[in-house]
C-alpha cells in the first residue's frame, strides 16, 4: 500500500523556517519523480518544487532562492527546506510522487499525493 506521510508544518512568524518531511513506502521511491505543492484558502494549487531521480530540482519562481528539496533514498524520504517565509507561503502543502515528472504547474496531478501539513506564517 502506497503511502506519503507529510511533517513538519506549523506556525512560524515572518522570515523564520521550517522543514517538511514526506515519508514515503509502497512504491520504488529512488525511481520516483518527487514534489511538493500546496494550496491556500480559496487559492488554486501552486506547484511548489520538483526533484527527479537523478537529483534535478526545479521550482516555482515565488519561492527560489528560499526553499530548498532534497530527497535521501536510502530513508526513502523527501525534504522540503523553507526560509525566510511570508504571509503568502501560508498553506497546505502536499507531497507528489509519480513514476515520470510532471510539469512543476501540473505536479498536483502526480499518481500519488499525500494528505499534507499546514504551514502558517504570520507577522
Known amino acids: 500500500q502506497v503511502q506519503l506521510m507529510e511533517s513538519g508544518g506549523g506556525s512560524v512568524q515572518t522570515g523564520g523556517s521550517l522543514r517538511l518531511s514526506c515519508a514515503a513506502s509502497?512504491?520504488?521511491?529512488?525511481?520516483?519523480?518527487m514534489g511538493w505543492f500546496r494550496q491556500a484558502p480559496g487559492k488554486e494549487r501552486e506547484g511548489v518544487a520538483r526533484?527527479?531521480?537523478?537529483?534535478?530540482?526545479t521550482y516555482a519562481d515565488s519561492v527560489k532562492g528560499r526553499f530548498t528539496i532534497s530527497r535521501d533514498d536510502a530513508k526513502n524520504t523527501l525534504y522540503l527546506q523553507m526560509n525566510s517565509l511570508a504571509s503568502e507561503d501560508t498553506a497546505m502543502y502536499y507531497c507528489?510522487?509519480?513514476?515520470?515528472?510532471?510539469?512543476?504547474?501540473?505536479?498536483?496531478?502526480?499518481?500519488?499525493r499525500g494528505q499534507g501539513t499546514q504551514v502558517t506564517v504570520s507577522s
Open positions: 526533484i527527479n531521480g537523478n537529483g534535478i530540482t
Open positions: 507528489a510522487a509519480d513514476p515520470r515528472c510532471w510539469f512543476l504547474s501540473r505536479i498536483y496531478e502526480s499518481k500519488y
Open positions: 509502497g512504491f520504488t521511491y529512488s525511481t520516483y519523480c
